[in-house]
């Protein structure tokens, strides 16, 4: 359900990007303005930023080897970071670079009628974008709040494709709020504000978007929901009585690894720890499908304070 939503939205917000891209260029050919610019640029690093995506997806899928025995699962993490910095760079410096030109040296609009056909156009497609990563988000947000969904989703495609798409609908607003305000007032500097608007915005969502696949490329740990579930199911009160400590980092998006020392009692057998660390890896797997990589650990209980609870 996670990698086949998350494609789906991508190809949606790729087929929207490269549409408005060049329909953006034109209306900037007849008008002028530097937000139709701007945003025709923005357009166009959304588009790469999908392909950079697509290809992360693919790579991400290749069999684990000696070279990288746990798998390539993080290159849809690295990919997705790459994703920011176009985002920072080629979106948002430009923008702000065009927005301060056009202030300091403004133009007037002209053929506005063709920039406003095109922003609303945009709209339109932006929003059918942005409700298919909604629709598709919904399936994993499982109650909690946008804000807490971005920040907590190990599926990167999906918060990259939301707030790209949140961005550019909030950027085609100030494009059409910075044209508008240069055609009724004659002032080609309106043009500029919006320009700078557009930019500022992209820099805010590229810092966002590079601090949340940061912390997962350096080794995000469950969340405490699974965390919680994995140490109950590890513990069946009979041969597994406690769980000393516990560890788990994302491998991957879909793909968590566990390693767990457990306590078991002190004379039972090699066979029946055995058994018992057997039946612990399927009861973790049935509680958390994403534990997919198990390592424990059996030791014996001993006389003393018990370590300080861990998270994750």
């Given amino acids: 359900m996670s990698a086949e939503g998350s494609t789906k939205a991508v190809m949606a917000a790729l087929g929207a990007n490269m549409g408005i891209a060049v329909s953006k260029f034109v209306a900037y050919a007849f008008t002028g303005s530097a937000s139709m ?19 992360g997806g693919k790579q991400a899928r290749k069999k684990a080897d000696t070279e990288h025995p746990f798998g390539y699962g ?28 056009k202030v300091m040296h403004p133009e007037k609009v002209d053929k506005w009628y063709w920039a406003v056909g095109v922003l609303l156009f945009a709209i339109v497609m932006e ?31 999906l918060p990259v494709v939301l707030l790209e798409d949140s961005g550019a609908l909030v950027g085609l607003c100030f494009a059409l709020f910075g044209v508008g305000m240069a055609v009724i007032t004659g002032n080609g ?19 966002l978007l590079a601090v949340e696949m940061k912390s997962l490329l350096v080794g995000e740990g469950a969340g405490k929901h699974d965390v919680a579930a994995i140490r109950a199911a590890a513990v069946d009160g009979d041969t597994v ?72």
């Fill in 37 to 55: 610019l701007a945003e025709g640029v923005h357009s166009v690093a959304d588009s790469g930023n999908q392909v950079l995506l697509l290809i």
């Fill in 74 to 101: 993080r290159e849809r993490f690295v990919y997705a970071f790459i994703v920011s910095v176009v985002l920072f760079s080629v979106g948002g410096l430009f923008a702000l670079y065009e927005g301060w030109h």
């Fill in 127 to 157: 929003g059918m974008s942005f409700r298919t990563a909604v629709r598709e988000s919904n399936h994993l947000r499982e109650g909690s709040s946008w804000l807490g969904f971005i920040r907590r989703a190990t599926t990167p495609e």
């Fill in 189 to 207: 500097r309106w043009d500029g504000v919006g320009t700078l608007g557009i930019g500022a915005l992209l820099v805010c969502i590229a810092v």
């Fill in 241 to 312: 009585t406690d769980v000393i400590h516990l560890r788990t980092m994302y491998l991957g998006p879909e793909e968590l690894l566990v390693a767990m020392k457990i306590a078991v009692q002190h004379d039972d057998s090699a066979a029946e720890v055995a058994k018992a660390i057997d039946a612990a890896e399927a009861r973790i797997r049935d509680a958390v499908p994403e534990a997919r990589m198990i390592y424990l650990e059996p030791d014996v209980r001993r006389p003393g304070p018990l370590p300080a609870p861990t998270t994750g």
